[in-house]
């Protein structure tokens, strides 16, 4: 065994050089002071094992004890005493201490051994310190490298769903752009959802949710056959089935999306009414969330404005007008309030 350091505090000068020669003779490094203040004056965490004797002047063995264990050093204390009570070993084992050395130090092998025993649980003692700390650092090391995979992952993950909204909206750009009567419609709808949103303050989260569902919202035509709506003239009965199945066809071609799922809820009943007499489920205004009544108001408006094959397109004021009238029935009140307001502005 490697060369230790141990400190004794002993006030009897002869039984202190007796030890130190003896701890030498065993190769050891020794400190040895005469009392327990000087033993706390010289104490620092190179030392492998302490020995106190119990009754010293001013600070006894216990009291040394007691300040030693406030310094937190994990360092094996030993008690040397030539008074055996059971009273002093309940004291010291409650004290934690690790071992008794007897005085007069007759077997100089059990000396020995209980000495080599309490260098041991100190090695022990630091070894499991230096794995904790390290096991401290690597812990920080992989949580700082998950979180940086976590960024990347979550990067990856918003460019994914970004180029897949896109691929989706070029898809439909070019069916409107296909027909002169709708070209720009979706940019104009997304246009106007979103400043009816801010208007009524909502979150961020939402904008983003009604911004992708507003781009998307008519991505049911590209899958139906709604050259009808080309045609002067109203449509047939026949024809006007086709066209109010794009909101579910719609939610339909974006359900595998997960993220979308709030989108595709939106996109479904962007034609329902707040009186129930909407598409395709029929709900009534309590059924419809902000988002779904936004997106409705939106295009409905450039619906009105717009030019269709089939009708004349309403002016701004007469487009409010009919918008106002509508409002309670088609169209939320509040959000049509809001609406018109961002018009006029």
């Given at each position: 065994?490697?060369?230790?350091?141990?400190?004794?505090?002993?006030?009897?000068?002869?039984?202190?050089?007796?030890?130190?020669?003896?701890?030498?003779?065993?190769?050891?490094?020794?400190?040895?002071?005469?009392?327990?203040q000087?033993?706390?004056?010289?104490?620092?965490?190179?030392?492998?094992?302490?020995?106190?004797?119990?009754?010293?002047?001013?600070m006894?063995g216990?009291?040394?004890?007691?300040?030693?264990?406030?310094?937190?050093?994990?360092?094996?204390?030993?008690?040397?005493?030539?008074?055996?009570?059971?009273?002093?070993?309940?004291?010291?084992?409650?004290?934690?201490?690790?071992?008794?050395?007897s005085?007069?130090?007759?077997?100089?092998?059990?000396?020995?051994?209980?000495?080599?025993?309490?260098?041991?649980?100190?090695?022990?003692?630091?070894?499991?310190?230096?794995?904790?700390?390290?096991?401290?650092?690597?812990?920080?090391?992989?949580?700082?490298?998950?979180?940086?995979?976590?960024?990347?992952?979550?990067?990856?993950?918003?460019d994914?769903?970004?180029?897949t909204?896109n691929?989706?909206?070029?898809?439909?750009?070019?069916?409107?752009?296909?027909?002169?009567?709708?070209?720009?419609?979706?940019?104009?709808?997304?246009?106007?959802?979103?400043?009816?949103?801010?208007?009524?303050?909502?979150?961020?989260?939402?904008?983003?949710?009604l911004?992708?569902?507003?781009q998307?919202?008519?991505?049911?035509?590209?899958?139906i056959?709604?050259?009808?709506?080309?045609?002067?003239?109203?449509?047939?009965?026949?024809?006007?089935?086709?066209?109010?199945?794009?909101?579910?066809?719609?939610?339909?071609?974006?359900?595998?999306?997960?993220?979308?799922?709030?989108?595709?809820?939106?996109?479904?009943?962007?034609?329902?009414?707040?009186?129930?007499?909407?598409?395709?489920?029929?709900?009534?205004?309590?059924?419809?969330?902000?988002?779904?009544?936004?997106?409705?108001?939106?295009?409905?408006?450039?619906?009105?404005?717009?030019?269709?094959?089939?009708?004349?397109?309403?002016?701004?004021?007469?487009?409010?007008?009919?918008?106002?009238?509508?409002?309670?029935?088609?169209?939320?009140?509040?959000?049509?309030?809001?609406?018109?307001?961002?018009?006029?502005?």
């Amino acid at each position: 065994m490697a060369s230790s350091k141990i400190l004794i505090a002993d006030d009897d000068l002869l039984v202190r050089e007796a030890v130190v020669k003896i701890l030498e003779m065993f190769g050891h490094e020794v400190i040895a002071v005469d009392c327990g203040q000087a033993a706390l004056d010289v104490l620092d965490p190179f030392f492998d094992v302490i020995i106190l004797d119990i009754n010293m002047p001013g600070m006894d063995g216990f009291e040394t004890i007691a300040a030693i264990n406030e310094r937190q050093l994990d360092i094996p204390v030993l008690f040397f005493t030539g008074a055996g009570s059971m009273e002093y070993a309940v004291k010291a084992i409650n004290l934690g201490a690790y071992d008794f050395l007897s005085k007069p130090i007759e077997d100089l092998d059990i000396f020995d051994v209980k000495i080599r025993r309490a260098i041991e649980k100190r090695m022990y003692v630091l070894k499991g310190k230096a794995y904790k700390k390290n096991l401290e650092v690597e812990i920080q090391a992989k949580t700082k490298e998950l979180a940086e995979k976590n960024i990347l992952l979550k990067k990856y993950s918003h460019d994914l769903e970004t180029s897949t909204v896109n691929t989706i909206l070029t898809l439909q750009t070019a069916l409107e752009e296909k027909d002169p009567y709708t070209a720009g419609h979706t940019m104009r709808v997304t246009a106007y959802a979103l400043k009816t949103a801010k208007r009524l303050h909502l979150p961020r989260e939402e904008l983003v949710i009604l911004e992708r569902a507003s781009q998307l919202h008519d991505v049911g035509k590209l899958v139906i056959d709604v050259s009808c709506i080309q045609k002067p003239g109203p449509l047939s009965d026949e024809e006007w089935v086709l066209v109010k199945k794009h909101p579910e066809i719609g939610q339909n071609i974006i359900k595998p999306l997960s993220f979308l799922e709030r989108e595709g809820t939106v996109i479904r009943h962007h034609h329902e009414r707040i009186d129930g007499n909407g598409y395709p489920d029929g709900l009534l205004g309590d059924q419809l969330d902000i988002l779904e009544k936004i997106l409705t108001v939106a295009d409905s408006y450039d619906a009105m404005t717009s030019k269709r094959s089939y009708k004349i397109n309403k002016n701004k004021d007469d487009a409010i007008e009919e918008m106002r009238r509508c409002a309670g029935t088609q169209f939320d009140q509040e959000v049509v309030k809001a609406f018109i307001d961002i018009l006029k502005d």
